[in-house]
Nanobody, 119 residues
């Protein structure tokens, strides 16, 4: 089984920065993709950024130039550096983990961490 834990959310003002971290643990098969998604109230969950162990990456157009995704120092970790935050970036941010290399679909999810951007 795979466990996924997110950290780093909070309340910030527009223009500020936040860094989210995701850590996945597995007791059997290798994790080959990790991704960050977000969900605003009344909206569908959407992909923000993702990386595969093979080096493929994906990032949403709405955050390009402001958000950066990278592997953490430990195995099976994924960091999301969010700069120049806007109110529309608010929502619950979820990390997904997958045994496969598909950057859009994940079998395992964390509980989510709240990001609120407000003045």
């Amino acid at each position: 089984q795979v466990q996924v834990v997110e950290s780093g959310g909070g309340l910030v003002r527009p223009g500020a920065s936040l860094r989210l971290s995701c850590a996945a643990t597995t007791d059997r098969f290798a994790i080959n993709a990790l991704g960050w998604f977000r969900q605003a109230p009344g909206e569908q969950r959407e992909l923000v950024a993702a990386l595969s162990s093979g080096g493929r990456s994906k990032i949403a157009d709405s955050v390009k130039g402001r958000f950066t995704v990278s592997r953490g120092d430990a195995k099976n970790t994924l960091d999301l550096q969010m700069n120049s935050l806007k109110s529309e970036d608010s929502g619950v941010y979820y990390c997904g983990a997958s045994y496969y290399y598909d950057l859009d679909n994940y079998e395992f999810w964390g509980q989510g961490t709240q990001v609120t951007v407000s003045s």
